[in-house]
């Protein structure tokens, strides 16, 4: 598995995500991180790939995206809403 996220070999860490190695899917959500990879997160998580949802939401909040952590949460998504409210908090926002 370390070596198919060394060589960032996407589909394969998606296909063996899709079939529930959280390895692979832990592996894939940190390569996307590594790269700065938002839509390749976001796809993932939107598919309900729970490693994605939260290494998506800590990704905007390290890039102060509070209108994209507030757009998922919006729509349901509790890590980006626990991201978003941390931030917010910690701007004096309550």
């Known amino acids: 598995m370390r070596l198919l996220a060394e ?5 394969a860490l998606a296909e ?10 832990i592996r894939l959500a940190n390569l996307f991180v590594d790269r700065g990879d938002v839509a390749g997160l976001a796809e993932r998580a939107d598919l309900g790939d729970g490693w ?3 290494r998506l939401a800590w990704l905007l909040g390290e890039r102060g995206d509070l209108v994209a952590l507030a757009e998922r949460a919006g729509h349901g998504d509790d890590h980006a809403a626990r991201r ?3 931030l917010r908090h910690r701007q004096g926002h309550r």
């Open 16 to 25: 063996r995500a899709d079939r529930g190695d959280d390895d692979a899917a």
């Open 84 to 86: 978003l409210s941390i």
């Open 7 to 11: 060589r960032g070999d996407v589909a």
């Open 52 to 54: 994605a949802t939260d």
